[in-house]
């Protein structure tokens, strides 16, 4: 049986974990709006998309702190798709937390990137999913959000602020039929942890990570850790006692 | 990315640092910047070349493979233009469900597109499809300073020909555009049988080559006197009914690089005998996936790490069919003297359709590969013996495979060098080129 063609919203479309989750959904045959900023690499990763089998492609440039002008592209993603099956938010900045720690503009600026258009995207998002009732909406977290580390709590403070929001959005949005996945990536090899020295074990393909997302957002999974044992990880540094957790220095 | 870079036989061990690119418009800025701070470089694939032909002489490299994206597909025609980095298990993946198949593979899909070119792979059906180039309808090549030059056999047509097998020298094939294979199904109707000595693998050759579109023989290298190149001949072809399949086999993968190579005389004899003694002495019909028919050594990722710390070295060599059979039995000979080799030893007989590529290694008649656990006795005392025999029959070594053989073979071999020397980008220089031209 073919499935139904899919619309599918991704804010931050030109992000290796995003674009990484359209291949997959294009194969499916799906319709994209893909927001981003930059409008080059939006036609680069269309043309891709295309490629694979998606069956419209609409571009949309916009700046996703720029707050006044989320309605603007809800209005012409609507046009564009009529409904929203899956709305993916993937944009977002890795800090660079001693630079912020000295620079509040800096540090404000990183916060809005990762945590403010986030919020202010959502709200637009979930008065058109509680219009529609149906849908998935699935929102990139972080491994970060679950505990302050000293090397980028900025960063993990704005995404533990959208996983919480996420939370209380997923209990929202379950009563009228949609559902809302937190994604928890771990470390991913993209441009964004480029020239960090990460652990190559724990270093995950785009792509595998987005073989996981993308069954999870179709198995409705609430929490999303990306490769899975980042689950096992974060259960056990969640569980470390705070006054042992302040002497390390992850 | 910071994990440093190395071929896969993981000889010579030089790491190279790998200095990535995401998007294609950013491509000429950042080969800018590496050339400004490093002075030259090497555009670098999937690092599925063996020796040092993928080494930059600055072990500085334009790490290619994130540019992994298709820019157009034309299913009705078979003809798709993607980025360079792309995988050929990922043009495969897009391409198949479609009816379309690489028009020649190499024994594995995990090199680049633009790897494919640069070295101009072949594959089993060389008798019948001749080389990769010759299925390339058109690539972007950046030299460091200049605009971009889009090659085809009209446009630029020296450009186009140094760069199909030009080894990345040229400048940085950065996209390119190739015409598929149509197919009806992924499965191969295979015949197999084994031979039982050099003359029988010619005889076989002869016979079945012209009627099959694939045709390959795996050789036990440890084989001597009168079963001196005993094998086993594979011949297959696309099934005419069957199913599309994406190869998605579960992988197995080798974890760690042990401190030594697992593959010595004892556990290869007992291989090699008893996996000789497995094949049918009768012509034997069979069908089989594309993946494990193509790429077996796929299943099994990092399986380089097998032979220790040391790396390994590929010989491949291929010499004129005139004197094929005699030197094939030389080489041989000499093998299974030595008690060196691997479990993995390929005779193949190549056609004698041309490349459109300057340096391209097949040439017609016989073709064989197998790999060595290094050693300071390989490059002192076998290979200069191979090599005496290769050159004797008027034949030459494989530069993707190759670690070892001399500036004035290489230039004999490739009178077309000094062609691909002056139009070479001087801004790129591989370990390879440095060793062999300077």
New interface residues.
Partial sequence: MKTAVKKVLIIGATS?IASACARLWA?QGSDFFLVARNV??LQ??A??L????ATHVTLHEMDANDIEAHPLMMGRCLTALGQIDIALIAHGTLPDQKACERDVHMALKEFANNCTSVIALLTVLAMQFETQRCGSLAIISSVAADRGRPSNYLYGSAKAAVSTYCEGLQARLFKVGVHVTTIKPGFV?T?MT?????P?ALLAQPAQVAQRIVKGIANKVPTLYAPGFWALIMLVIRSIPQPVFKRLNL | ???PLYSWGRFPRRPQRGH?C????ELPAQIDRVIGAHHSSLPYGNGRSYGDSCLAASDQVLHMR?LD?????DWSTGV?K?EAGITLAEVLA?AI?QGWFLPVTPGTQFATLGGAIANDVHGKNHHVRGTFGRHVLGFGLLRHGEPEVICSPEDHPALFAASIGGLGLTGVIHWAQIQLMPIRATQIDTTTVRFANLAEFFALSAELDARHEYSVAWVDCLAKGAETGRGVFIVGDHAQYGSLEVGQRKKLSVPLTPPVSLINKVSLSAFNSLYWRLHPSQRKQGRSAHEPFFYPLDRILHWNRIYGRRGFQQYQCVVPAANAEAAMGELLRTIADAGQGSFLAVLKRCGDIASPGLLSFPLEGTSLALDFAQSEALENVLFPRLDDIVRAAGGRLYPAKDAHMSGVDFRRAYPAWEQLEALRDPSLMSRFWSRVIL
């Fill in positions: 290796a194969t080059e690499k680069q990763t043309a891709d295309k490629a694979r089998g090899d441009p480029q020239g960090l020295s990460l190559a | 990315m910071s994990t990535g995401v998007w294609l418009d994130s994206r298709l820019i157009e597909a798709i993607a897009v469900p």
